[in-house]
């Protein structure tokens, strides 16, 4: 049983830095292509950030040059430090990973963390 948790939601001023935190538990053999999505009030989920086994990373237009996603392969975790916020930054996120486990790799997503945007 693989599960991710997401951990450093909040209440925070347009403005300001959150950072977020993933945690990937269970029987891991391996973890690729792991990333961040959101979900904005009304609207569809989109990919924020995504970073590969090796380090390459990239990003939403939207956040270009504010969020910066990085992990850690040791600890089975990948962060998503957000800086500048705005308000249309407000939205449920998720995380997400391509695991190995059990002989196979699939897909699997976190429960989400509220980020909030606002003064």
């Known amino acids: 049983q693989v599960q991710l948790v997401e951990s450093g939601g909040g209440l925070v001023q347009p403005g300001g830095s959150l950072r977020l935190s993933c945690t990937v538990s269970?029987?891991?053999?391996?973890?690729?292509?792991m990333g961040w999505y959101r979900q904005g009030p009304g609207k569809q989920r989109e990919s924020v950030a995504g970073i590969s086994r090796g380090g390459s990373t990239n990003y939403a237009d939207s956040v270009k040059g504010r969020f910066t996603i990085s992990r850690d392969n040791a600890k089975n975790m990948v962060y998503l430090q957000m800086s500048s916020l705005k308000p249309e930054d407000t939205a449920v996120y998720y995380c997400?990973?391509?695991?190995?486990?059990?002989?196979?790799?699939?897909?699997?997503w976190g429960q989400g963390t509220q980020v909030t945007v606002s003064s």
């Open positions: 997400n990973a391509d695991v190995h486990s059990g002989g196979s790799w699939r897909n699997y």
């Open positions: 269970g029987s891991i053999i391996g973890i690729n292509a």
